[in-house]
């Protein structure tokens, strides 16, 4: 893993995101050391052993360069969340070569980049830009990349559709959500942050491995919206006041109010494949799942 005692330095590309905070506010172990590369100034909350590098853009590629420098690999978070938000896909393409040139220049051993689960079909105007990121990482075949395509992923601080639902569950007005039974796959963010850790810290036999291939983590336990409202509340001691409105009725309303991903994101189902390929290349294995990972709501979706 480490050289003597040098640790393996990883670069992580989108610092002040809710994805990386789960991994800069706890300690890196004794392996591992982060170097934080953000558009944004250093925020109070990393811990003071992490190194920080402010980039004009992530499109910057000398910058980039400074900023990876003495790294070994690359986790790419650099992306907005939503995937309601409007895309500049031509703009996630420009970071993606910046990225790939910097990662060549400074002699990145491994690029780990987190894509989404709405990738698979490059459906709608996300699905599509997240799918050409990947293509352009994985045509980089000198680099070693492994992608991740993550379904929702919930924790402190989470946003999106998982938000909005803890912030709803434990109120006293009905919500129309008994009749959305679909099972769905979440991730939790602490979950993604052990994965993270165990691919950095996978040796060269299992990177070799994985190189080029994606891979779709997630907690290993379908929850449905409906049920995963009555753990939200029962996590607050609270009952949801669910009414079980058909679907086919929640979908119309959201085509008429333009909200059909929206909706779709609440009624449908969202499959992922089993768990034995991530654990077979990374040795990795979820360390929580529901109800027990949401302990946090306890003390308020929006606190980090």
Known sequence: MTRGNEKIRLAIAG??????????????????????????????????????????SYADRA???????????????????????????????????????????TGIEGIILASSVYAREGRGSYGAAKQAIEQRFLAAGDLKTVILRLPPVYGPGCKGGFAALARLSPKPIPLPLGGAR????????????????????????????AAGRVFEPWDGQAVSTRDLAKMIGGTLNRSPLLIPVPPALLRAIGTVTGRQELVAGVIDGLEMPPLHHLTAAFDWRP??????????????????
């Open 63 to 105: 910058a980039l360069e400074s900023a990876f420098s003495d790294s070994k690999f690359i986790l790419h978070l650099a992306d907005a969340p939503s995937r309601l938000a409007a895309r500049d896909a031509q703009g996630g393409l420009r970071n993606a070569d910046a990225i790939i040139a910097a990662a060549r220049a």
């Open 182 to 209: 679909a099972p769905r796959a979440y991730l939790s963010r602490t979950n993604l942050v052990s994965l993270f850790r165990a691919i950095a810290l996978a040796g060269p036999e299992r990177w070799n491995a």
């Open 287 to 304: 360390v929580e799942q529901m109800p027990q990972s949401l302990s946090f709501l306890a003390k308020g979706i929006s606190n980090a």
């Open 15 to 56: 610092a002040t995101g809710f994805i990386a905070r789960g991994l800069l506010t706890e300690p890196p172990g004794n392996a591992l050391q982060y170097r934080a590369v953000s558009r944004h100034p250093r925020p109070d909350w990393v811990l003071p052993a992490t190194e920080w590098a402010t980039v004009p």
